[in-house]
């Protein structure tokens, strides 16, 4: 039996061996090409479109029992991680995000899996493909960390911004004076409405989902959870005629009502000429204020600029497991979020699982909810990490009242992992170096600066 068992290992062996050598020697070599030609044919080279794409190209073996089932549920997993076919379709628009995926395979080695590698040897990035695609994503992204400091500014028109302010902080918006942008907003506290899961609006109503902070969100492709606003512009004229929070109202009767007010007229007619006080040149105006909202130079953000003291040893290795642990994958750029709408249960089932006082509602559809495409359904926004101790609770539904739980809750439904304590600890460390610099998060500093 012994001696069976030793011939049949041999055999599998010279077999998987001569897969091996026949893989190498005909693998194609990389083409004398662009670099982009050259990431494509190193990708397909190494199968990845085999199971990162919508439509994967599944092995005969996928139809045998067992095996097959195992190999469908990866490519579920794997086209619900990241698309790269989609990702890659225009090479000359890759997105920051797409980017930083492939960057994680390159540094930590992890595709294709070690299981799908033993099978189908020759895969995996030798040195010189690990090379060349290292240095065409430094080459895209004009860095070598997924993660990059936040601009001290974003560009905006001085004199619309100053107005947006006050109108930010105006109540006459709202459908009986009572709110603002900045009651659910609060931008001494973070940018969101501190530590409300869901917040009241007009007449106590509550709405479904919880306030994003409004800090550094200039940097986001798209506005909201689901992402239905293109802009800041365009966002703006949500919450004012939204019954459940400024009111039942139209903007064409919150513009009559501002426009009872003589000198914001004569305001708006010097600073949009031609146009005047209008619902477009309100939320413009609102908008430019908000692109003043980017708060720099947090302790990481010193520390990525080359103050290496400005952060612990402690933070330092919550930022490697970050790293590690695929987290930057998707909390990537600037704004470490933001870039793009992301499955919220990849490896479980969100909703099953969370506490059953919140009913399931249609905010809970993500980006569904907009495009009404059922490949959408429980993607959100990814939020930024940026000033994250000031936001809590957290996620689109104000579930996780800690850090800790958010982060733990991202490695089980994110990763189909358990993060471990250690880890868990540290990597919370690491987001708590996150809270920037900003007039109007620290208010005691504008009136000093105005004051000179
Ligand atoms: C057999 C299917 C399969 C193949 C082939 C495959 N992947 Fe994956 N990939 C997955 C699955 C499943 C996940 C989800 C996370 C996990 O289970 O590790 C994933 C996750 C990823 C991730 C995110 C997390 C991480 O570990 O980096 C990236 C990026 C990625 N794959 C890129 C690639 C690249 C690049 C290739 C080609 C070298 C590739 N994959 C080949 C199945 C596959
Ligand atoms: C009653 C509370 C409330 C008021 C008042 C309110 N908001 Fe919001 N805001 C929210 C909630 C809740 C969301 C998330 C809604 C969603 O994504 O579906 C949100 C989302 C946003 C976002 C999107 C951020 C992101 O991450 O996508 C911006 C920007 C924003 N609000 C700005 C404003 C402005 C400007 C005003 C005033 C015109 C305003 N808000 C008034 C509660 C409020
Ligand atoms: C596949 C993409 C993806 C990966 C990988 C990922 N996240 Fe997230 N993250 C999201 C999305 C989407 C949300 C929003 C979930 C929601 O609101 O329901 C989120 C939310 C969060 C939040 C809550 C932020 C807030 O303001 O509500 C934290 C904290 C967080 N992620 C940290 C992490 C950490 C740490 C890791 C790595 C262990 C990680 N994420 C990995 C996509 C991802």
Same mark, same amino acid.
């Given at each position: 039996m012994k001696k069976f068992l030793k011939i049949a290992v041999i055999v599998l062996l010279v077999a998987a061996a001569a897969v091996a050598v026949y893989r190498f020697a005909f693998r194609k070599s990389i083409p004398d090409a662009p670099a982009s030609e050259q990431v494509m044919a190193i990708l397909q080279q190494n199968d990845c479109f085999v199971c990162h794409s919508q439509e994967p190209e599944l092995p005969f073996y996928a139809k045998l029992p067992v095996i097959g089932p195992q190999i469908k549920e990866h490519c579920l997993h794997a086209v619900a991680f990241t698309d790269l076919a989609a990702g890659l379709a225009n090479m000359d628009s890759v997105s920051e995000v797409t980017l930083s995926m492939l960057d994680h395979s390159v540094t930590y080695? %992890?595709?294709?899996?070690?299981?799908?590698?033993?099978?189908?040897?020759? %895969?995996?990035?030798?040195?010189?493909?690990?090379?060349?695609?290292?240095?065409?994503?430094?080459?895209?992204?004009?860095? #070598?960390?997924?993660?990059?400091?936040?601009? #001290?500014?974003? #560009?905006?028109?001085?004199?619309?911004?100053d107005l947006g302010e006050?109108?930010?902080?105006?109540?006459?918006?709202?459908? #009986?004076?009572?709110?603002?942008?900045?009651?659910?907003?609060?931008?001494?506290?973070?940018?969101?409405?501190?530590?409300?899961?869901?917040s009241d609006g007009i007449n106590g109503l509550v709405g479904g989902v919880n306030a994003p902070t409004v800090y550094n969100s200039a940097l986001y492709v798209r506005q909201f959870w689901n992402g239905r606003a293109a802009d800041l512009r365009e966002q703006a004229e949500g919450p004012a005629t939204n019954p459940v929070e400024m009111g039942d109202q139209t903007w064409d009767q919150i513009v009559e009502r501002l426009k009872a007010d003589k000198a914001l007229v004569k305001e708006f007619e010097a600073l949009y000429p031609g146009q005047g006080l209008t619902q477009w040149t309100v939320t413009s105006a609102i908008a430019e204020f908000e692109k003043k909202l980017v708060t720099p130079n947090c302790r990481f953000d010193r520390y990525l600029k080359g103050d290496k003291a400005a952060i612990n040893e402690q933070e330092l290795k919550g930022y490697e497991a970050f790293k590690e642990n695929a987290c930057a994958t998707c909390h990537t750029g600037a704004a470490m979020g933001g870039q793009s709408f992301e499955r919220l249960d990849i490896f479980g089932n969100y909703f099953a699982d969370r506490d059953p006082k919140i009913e399931y509602n249609s905010d809970d559809d993500g980006l569904k909810g907009y495009t009404k495409n059922d490949a959408d359904l429980h993607k959100f926004k990814v939020p930024t990490l940026r000033n994250l101790e000031?936001?809590?609770?957290?996620f689109h539904d104000g579930t996780f009242e800690t850090i800790e739980d958010a982060v733990r809750a991202m490695g089980k439904y994110e990763l189909g992992k358990t993060l471990s304590d250690d880890q868990v600890k540290a990597i919370s460390a690491f987001l708590r170096t996150l809270t920037g610099v900003s007039p109007y998060l620290h208010p005691g500093q504008k009136a000093a600066e105005e004051k000179k």
């Open positions: 080695g %992890t595709m294709p899996m070690t299981s799908y590698k033993m099978i189908h040897w020759g %895969t995996g990035f030798n040195k010189k493909e690990k090379s060349i695609l290292a240095a065409w994503i430094r080459e895209r992204r004009g860095s #070598d960390e997924p993660v990059c400091a936040l601009p #001290d500014r974003v #560009d905006y028109d001085s004199a619309r911004a006050r109108l930010f902080n105006d109540k006459r918006i709202s459908l #009986d004076g009572s709110l603002n942008c900045a009651s659910c907003h609060i931008l001494e506290e973070g940018g969101a409405d501190a530590g409300e899961r869901v000031l936001t809590a609770p957290y």
